[in-house]
């Protein structure tokens, strides 16, 4: 009867403890024993495969470098990817009525013939022709001042140097008072969107004072062109 006692005290809690986590499965263990590789190192050269000359800390630190370098470049890239993003949408939002903007610079050309057909002059003999003079004016001002406030700028060219960039040159004028290439007179104005041309303004330029009588090769005639001849009598 003691010896069945003793053996019930052998198999108490303690043995059922012993006995629960021998049967535990492995899973529930916080160690990773699995046979799978925590990093694939299936492109990674290996020492056995290594010639005798060549060191496993070299080759690791080339690997290490031409990774890095493909790292930088992709970097790069992705910024340059990024900035330029930025800056089409930049441009989008800056740039985005310039269709409409064309559309309204006939409307300020028009504006300006009428004012120019009825001088100031003829408008005060008249008191209606004087009223509508006024009131086209207002227009204009008012337009101008919508343009300036969207950053809508106009060219005034008028006795500055010939920008091909900016003027479209329709004509030339003989005037001995200003040098060749200046703009002389505006036959329609220009206009700006920011910093982008809308549309350049046509001018007539100066030809730069009367033709002076010159040879073919544009030197005065009866002066020889230095370097022109050479002395062959030695």
Do not use: C
């Amino acid at each position: 009867m003691a010896q069945d006692k003793k053996q019930d005290q052998e198999t108490g809690p303690e043995a059922e403890d012993q006995t629960t986590a021998a049967d535990s499965p492995a899973d529930s263990s916080p160690v990773d024993v699995s046979d799978e590789p925590l990093v694939d190192l299936s492109n990674v050269k290996h020492a056995h495969d290594l010639s005798p000359d060549e060191d496993p800390v070299t080759v690791l630190e080339g690997e290490v470098a031409s990774l890095k370098d493909q790292l930088l470049r992709a970097m790069a890239e992705t910024e340059n990817v990024r900035r330029r993003a930025q800056r089409e949408r930049e441009d989008g939002v800056k740039y985005a009525a310039a269709a409409v903007v064309k559309d309204l610079l006939g409307v300020a050309d028009n504006l300006q013939r009428a004012l120019e057909s009825v001088p100031a002059e003829l408008a005060e003999q008249n008191e209606a022709v004087k009223n509508l003079r006024l009131g086209v004016e207002m227009t204009q001002k008012e337009l101008q001042t919508v343009f300036e406030r969207h950053n809508i700028r106009v060219i005034e060219p008028l006795g500055e140097k010939l920008d091909p960039h900016l003027h479209e040159a329709m004509f030339e004028v003989e005037d001995p008072d200003k040098p060749a290439g200046t703009v002389v007179q505006v036959i329609q104005a220009g206009y700006r969107l920011h910093d982008r041309l809308l549309r350049p303004a046509r001018v007539g330029i100066s030809k730069g004072g009367a033709k002076s009588s010159s040879g073919s090769n544009g030197a005065p005639e009866g002066d020889a062109e230095p370097g022109g001849t050479v002395d062959t009598s030695a």
